[in-house]
């Protein structure tokens, strides 16, 4: 297991870390590749992200819809399912760890990679719809498998030519194995674990029951699938942002200085990892730049699947939706998430923590000549500990860390009345004081982060001890959703790879997935599930960006031809026939 979990190490060091080096950093390739491709897709297509982002908002609200189009759902269905797959953890607990560890300067940089990647989602989203693959309903048709399929599999074969095909197969591959993994098994294992820390629920139990409502929803294919998270997104979103916008209003007064201190710290940061001094503007600019490519994941080529379905003959108008994705997502949620940690004061602060010697939250960091810390350094033999502050013989001695942000000193109670001394071992994850006694755990002021991070600014900024569980509940709802939304994703993958009778085993054996991540432990699964999803950027990038001529001459053409005034006039007659039956 070990020499698995090394190699997984490995790869996805040379996913995500390989890149060109700048001071201490490194910038990596995959995320040049991403805002490069932005930036193209935003001058060669004028700014489109711009001029139609109102035509989005349109089209989005059905004013334009015609029933007798080809599709499975409507535009504010496809919406609302590739959504439900981006709006989640990341909002959550990306920005969170985003502000964490670069400081509030980040949240600029989310904004702009959300900007860019508007841009990356037209493009894509609109050749998904441009070489979609639609068939005609047949009587007695098995509806769970759609008369659609689309997505960056099909634009690289069919937009490329047919030498490109091994391209697309890879891409369906592992973009279906991360369906498994990061859409799926993780987000029953946060489910389960969250259920059981807050309630003390068994995961077997929390996993029978997230299972059952996902199978459910998804065995009637992407038309329930889309009935299902155009209720439900818009309500976990409805939840979320009135909790956040409570708090913002309630303290008006500090929204023009959180704003200030976010445009400042972009360019002159001066603190992260709660305050301990990362202060680096690029470690804050990538930090904003990673979290806002993994929460809206324009140009992973995901998204474009769930799009390829809507009802539409026209591909620019499910573009100018898909490109509301980016907006909503990382402009909208993620900067109310921001205002609400920074408002509150939670994102530079300690508080009474739990140290265990297990599990992730816990390393070693190493201090350098100029106060800032090299991070995950190998931890020492032993950890000498007096009157509860750790004693250092060496100022460039490892120092214990929560959160990669140093303990300053530990306590054997809660309620820290009486500090510890002796010797914590971290190789035996155990702590021992001086008289002989054993602690398997100790207690400090440690900084949060990631959803705990927010749990906590939402519970001081909302009035009682209630505010978590707005966190808790948008968490739960968030992980079922995103599973509901990556099976179809990945149901697609199998389609293009083995036909139509493979969709059902695919859901069959993406119910029972879920059960199995709601109960195991999945020390690994993320880091593959990002390796993958580091690996299908390069070929779906490289297709829009050659397919990217096509682009702006389906949207010149679309335009100039304006079709949505007579799908107007259609919806409107339908409405009237509708109205009139019911009559």
């Known amino acids: 297991m070990e020499a ?39 001058l060669r297509l004028g700014f489109v992200q711009i001029r139609h982002l109102g035509h989005g908002f349109a089209v989005t609200s059905g004013r334009y819809d015609d029933p007798a189009e080809p599709g499975d759902v409507t535009h504010f269905q496809a919406l609302s399912t ?23 300067g980040a949240l600029f940089w989310m904004w702009v990679t959300a900007f860019l990647g508007m841009a990356t989602k037209f493009a894509e989203v609109t050749l998904a719809q441009y070489y979609r693959d639609v068939k005609e309903p047949e009587p007695g048709a098995r509806m ?10 099909y634009y690289i074969e069919r937009g490329l030519g047919k ?17 498994f993994l990061t859409g799926n098994g993780v987000q029953a294992n946060t489910v389960a674990d969250t259920l059981r820390t807050e309630f ?22 992407i038309a329930r699938i889309g009935k299902v998270t155009g209720i439900l997104a818009p309500a976990m979103a409805a939840i979320y942002v009135a909790g956040a916008l409570f708090i913002i209003v309630v303290n008006w007064d500090q929204i023009l200085p959180s704003f200030a201190l976010i445009f400042t710290e972009a360019f002159n940061p001066s603190a992260g990892v709660a305050g301990v001094g990362v202060g680096a503007f690029l470690v804050t600019m990538m930090w904003g730049v990673r979290r806002g490519l993994f929460s809206n994941e324009a140009g992973q080529g995901s998204a474009p699947i769930a799009h390829a379905a809507a009802k539409t003959d026209e591909p620019v108008s499910e573009g100018v939706v898909a490109l509301l994705e980016p907006f909503i997502d990382t402009i909208v949620i993620c900067t109310m998430t921001a205002l609400v940690i920074i408002i509150t004061g939670a994102w530079g602060d300690r508080v009474p923590t739990t140290i265990t010697f297990t599990g992730g939250h816990m390393s070693f960091v190493e201090e350098r000549e100029d106060g800032r810390f090299n991070f995950f350094v190998s931890p020492p033999e032993s950890v000498e500990v007096l009157d509860g502050y750790p004693v250092a013989t060496d100022p460039g001695d490892p120092r214990m860390a929560w959160h990669e942000a140093p303990v300053e ?23 021992e004081a001086e008289d002989g006694t054993t602690y398997p755990l100790l207690y400090a002021n440690a900084p949060q982060n990631g959803a705990p991070l927010t749990m906590l600014a939402f519970q001081r900024g909302l009035p009682g001890d209630w505010g978590h569980y707005i966190v808790i509940l948008t968490v739960l709802l968030f992980g079922i959703s995103t599973a509901i939304a990556w099976s179809y994703y990945g149901d697609r993958c199998a389609y293009y790879l083995f036909g139509e009778k493979a969709v059902l085993p695919y859901k069959l054996i993406f119910v029972g997935m879920h059960f199995v991540g709601a109960v195991v432990p999945l020390a690994v699964a993320w880091t593959l599930g990002d390796i993958f999803l580091g690996l299908v950027i390069i070929p779906n990038l490289i297709a829009v960006v050659v397919l990217t001529p096509k682009v702006k001459e389906i949207t010149n053409s679309y335009f100039k031809r304006k079709p949505w005034v007579e799908n107007a006039e259609v919806h409107r007659r339908v409405v009237e026939e509708g109205r009139r039956r019911k009559e």
């Open 4 to 42: 698995f979990r090394s190699l997984v190490d490995t790869l996805e060091g040379w996913v995500w870390s390989s890149g060109i080096p700048v001071g201490d950093e490194t910038i990596p390739f995959v995320v040049i590749l991403l805002l490069g491709a932005g930036i193209y897709f935003t």
């Open 82 to 104: 590739a959504l439900s797959a981006t709006v989640g953890i990341g909002n959550i607990a990306g920005v969170a760890i985003a502000i964490h560890w670069g400081g509030p």
């Open 144 to 153: 769970w498998e759609g008369t659609v399929s689309g997505g960056p599999m």
């Open 163 to 179: 030498h490109w095909k091994p391209a697309a197969v890879f891409f369906a591959v592992a973009l279906g194995f991360t369906a």
């Open 200 to 221: 003390g629920l068994t995961p077997w139990i929390s996993g029978i029951l997230t299972a059952s409502v996902v199978a459910a929803v998804i065995i009637g294919g």
């Open 409 to 431: 000193r530990f306590w054997v109670d809660p309620g820290q009345t009486e500090p510890f001394t002796g010797v914590i071992r971290p190789g035996e994850r155990v702590a």
